[in-house]
């Protein structure tokens, strides 16, 4: 099998089984999300926690010569901070157990340059483990974050070091329970410590780490768990550190390396991320990074910096209310902590999050559809739209790919967010939707959205009130198939 072919394969979507059992059932369009990409795209948001050297050098990236003694959060509790995170509405949490400098966060066989160096627990501390337990007693998922990158080793760009990081990625992978997401960053070779040789080491992106080789491992010890990098195989940089998807954004993306050939994490024409490619042919959805702060890491000087509820809020909108996810970084300071302000704005995202979708205002209307599938089958009807359970859908016959649903409340309702859903396990088909309220003896559009996937959040400029919507699927590929149509009041945020 070449390179491409398994980047190709590893990306390739698991068969789609539904248990109703029809032959009625639509047919799979395009690409499809494996059994691990669709518990990922459940998540929607989680956190990064950048914690390392750096914290006390107040630096970004560390050179890798960083004695370890100087890492001592004496007063880290891990409890604490995925408490905040939760409350935050984060779903997972995925710590950087190894940034560029190549300080290890858990005591590894692999190096000396690792916590067992530093006075924190005396040396027998272990980040890993605390924020890994911390995350399972909350019920977060737990990621990690191991930078191919190592400005610290002295192996580094020569064929022994690949080996060194499959162990490191080893004993994460076998000695911390469920891990649910493991993130490659893109940043590789450049001038670093290196064991003391203090030189610029470069590498060749596209065939240095054997990436095929190393996906295998993560594949066979962590199954359920999503690939990340720019390259994939199982999930996509958006192509920006602000936090955000295109307006388009497709599930689907064909990734290719910067002059047209084979991609590979950090070789990529990474600006395309931002939409994707319509109809591709690998299952890859985006995931929206961005910091909480303007640095990755905590700086003191940036502790009034700290991102408000509002401007996070809106990241949410233009991530996860465009089918992707929003992985936001909210860094530990010195203490071992995460700072006041931050916590303040997770706390209040949460709250209006919570407020804002906790009810569907659309729950007990009446819905008509100008076609359902299989002669009007319940099993297809738009009362699907609203029973809340994602493997029930609305869904047409095969030669209608343009539909309307029309929705009456019993009594008008008051909303300014619309929230849809594809039937995703059936593959992204809906290009262009529009919802239209009644006014007047008449219909007047009030949103249109392209790509739907698995989240395309409206949020109207101001609140309409109303007792009737119509739903109208304007362009699909093959015929609709949502499994959710619900209408929400933005609450305030505190």
């Known amino acids: 099998m070449t390179r491409r072919s398994f980047l190709i394969a590893a990306a390739a979507s698991a068969p789609v089984a539904f248990a109703q059992g029809s032959s009625s059932t639509p047919v799979p369009f395009g690409a499809t999300p494996s059994d691990r990409q669709l518990q990922w795209h459940k998540l929607e948001q989680y956190a990064f926690l950048h914690f390392t050297v750096n914290t006390f050098t107040d630096r970004e990236w560390g050179n890798g010569d960083e004695d370890p003694k100087i890492f001592n959060p004496t007063a880290f509790d891990a409890n604490v901070i995925v408490k905040a995170l939760a409350a935050g509405g984060m779903k997972g949490v995925i710590l950087t157990c190894k940034h560029h400098d190549g300080f290890c966060l858990w005591p590894t066989k692999t190096t000396d340059h690792s916590i067992r160096s530093s006075p924190w627990r005396s040396g027998k501390g272990d980040v890993v483990r605390e924020i890994s337990e911390a995350a399972a007693l909350n019920g977060l998922k737990f990621g990690v974050y191991l930078s191919p990158w190592d400005r610290n080793n002295a192996a580094y760009a020569e064929p022994e070091y690949v080996q060194i990081y499959r162990d490191q990625l080893r004993e994460l992978l076998t000695g911390y329970g469920q891990i649910y997401e493991v993130w490659h960053d893109g940043a590789n070779g450049g001038d670093g410590y290196y064991g003391g040789a203090r030189e610029k080491r470069l590498i060749d992106k596209r065939v240095y780490y054997d990436w095929p080789n190393t996906w295998d491992m993560v594949r066979s010890l962590q199954p359920n768990a999503v690939i990340f990098s720019d390259a994939g195989p199982d999930l996509r940089w958006v192509g920006n550190e602000s936090g955000f998807a295109n307006e388009t954004c497709w599930a689907t993306y064909d990734p290719v390396g910067e002059n047209g050939d084979t991609p590979a994490p950090g070789y990529t024409r990474y600006a395309e991320g931002g939409t994707g490619t319509w109809n591709g042919k690998h299952w890859m959805p985006a995931e929206c990074d961005v ?204």
Not at 449 to 469: D, E, F, H, Q
């Open 291 to 494: 910091s909480i702060r303007p640095g990755w890491f905590w700086h003191e000087k940036e502790n009034s910096k700290v991102k408000t509820p509002r401007e996070l809020l809106d990241l949410y909108y233009k991530s996860v209310g465009r089918g992707a996810s929003f992985l936001l970084n909210v860094p530990p300071d010195r203490r071992g902590l995460l700072g006041e302000n931050d916590v303040t704005s997770l706390a209040a995202l949460g709250r209006v999050l919570r407020a804002t979708f906790s009810k569907n205002l659309a729950a007990g209307a009446k819905l008509t559809a100008s076609n359902v599938r299989d002669g009007g089958s319940a099993r297809f009807a738009a009362a699907n739209l609203l029973d809340s359970n994602p493997d029930s859908f609305w869904a047409t016959d095969d030669d209608t790919k343009s539909a309307e649903v029309i929705l009456e409340t019993p009594d008008p309702v008051t909303f300014d967010v619309i929230r849809v859903r594809e039937t995703i396990r059936l593959g992204q088909r809906i290009q262009r939707i529009a919802v239209e309220t009644w006014v007047e003896e008449d219909w007047k559009t009030i949103a249109t959205a392209t790509s739907i996937g698995s989240c395309r959040l409206m949020r109207l400029k101001a609140p309409v009130t109303t007792s009737r919507i119509r739903l109208r699927v304007l362009e699909a590929a093959a015929c609709p198939a949502l499994t959710e149509l619900s209408l929400h009041r933005e609450a305030e945020v505190g």
